[in-house]
């Protein structure tokens, strides 16, 4: 009798407490860049999408080998909890990057298989790079792509959407293989453009891949034929919730702004700043649904990026030229014309860390990770974080808790 109490009381506590969990991760972001946004928005301390999380923490980023992490090491401890080496996917720090395998970790897809949820990835980079790969794949390899993608299309991930056509064509890949065709197979609707995002069929699993590689900056972006970010995630988050209401299940969702990340390594300001515009749209779409649903969302980055920091490069502060730009536009975020005026009063200095551990030949030119701690945000109705820094396997302890799996 004891034993059937048990049971029913932690199936009772999972019903109870059991939330769906979205992860945003925000590649390369750092502390700096939130200053950096708020600045362009207005020139003062206006208030952001981000204001919306109810707690804020920071979170470090080493790697097991490394105190400066790549994205492949930093979501290997995200997504399974474990820290790895720098350039490995999903295996322990046994595994040496391009050399030797290492243990497999069992990660937050495998999780979710094994545990009766449902999983989507979303990211603007290749489905195959370093993040969303870490959600999913064992290689000793990040730059395996080509592997990668065979992984991904052997799982069952309810919904993947970003880009990378040409891991996925058999007139690209060097075995041929039309995984395509096999992931149609598997009851994939697959999506090649924007059009695809117009219907939502739950009774099929989904795969949008929109670009060949990665896909543009939202600076760049063809806005008629490839959808931005905040469209895949609110498109990601309507099919998951649908699906999951009509099986009983919760899910989790991971969304990769990843071109943040590409913007600072290139000192590329404009499509940085667009990039920043674009993450605040998501949140704000994604706060929107968790207001009104058992939703956890997280924003973490994996890591810093460049170091960017706000110079004046006039005696005043500027700002009254900004605040006359604003009132002039009449806009909530800058199109490109407003961002050149605002860009007038101000550099983006992006600061060299090379001789830290990065690869930078030319520091003027490439800027690369550093071991800076990042910012860590959470909105939840049932957790609130009990300490302000942490290490970035815990924000895995944190995913299983909220689906309300934890051991």
Known sequence: MKNIITIVLILLSILIFSDNVIVIVTDGMSLDALSIHRKLISGGFPETQFDRFTDFALCET????????DSAAAATALFTGYKTKNGVLGMDNTAEYKIKDGKKIENISEYCKAGGFLCGIVTNTRVTHATPAGTYAHIKSRDSEYDIAVQLAEKDIDLIMGGGTKQ??????????????EMEKKSYTVAKDKKGLKKININKKFFGIFTPSTMNYEYDRDTLNEPSLSEMGEYAVKYLDAK????????????ESGRIDHAAHYHMTKEYAFELFELERLVGKIIDYAETTKTTVIMVSDHATGNPSFIGTKTTDGFSSTESVFSTHKFVYPDKESLDLLLGEFVIEWIDVSKYGGESEDPSYKGDHSGSDVPFFLYSKSYNLNKNIFMNTDIYTLIKRQLGRSE
Do not use: P, Q
């Not at 080493?62 to 992490?69: F, G, K, L, Q, R």
């Not at 058999?170 to 395509?180: C, G, Q, T, W």
């Not at 999951?244 to 969304?255: C, V």
């Open 244 to 255: 999951a209401k009509k099986e009983g299940k919760e899910f989790f969702l991971m969304i």
């Open 168 to 181: 996925f064509s058999k007139d690209v890949r060097y075995d041929k293989r039309d995984l395509f065709k």
């Open 62 to 69: 080493t790697a097991d080998n490394t105190y400066i992490t």
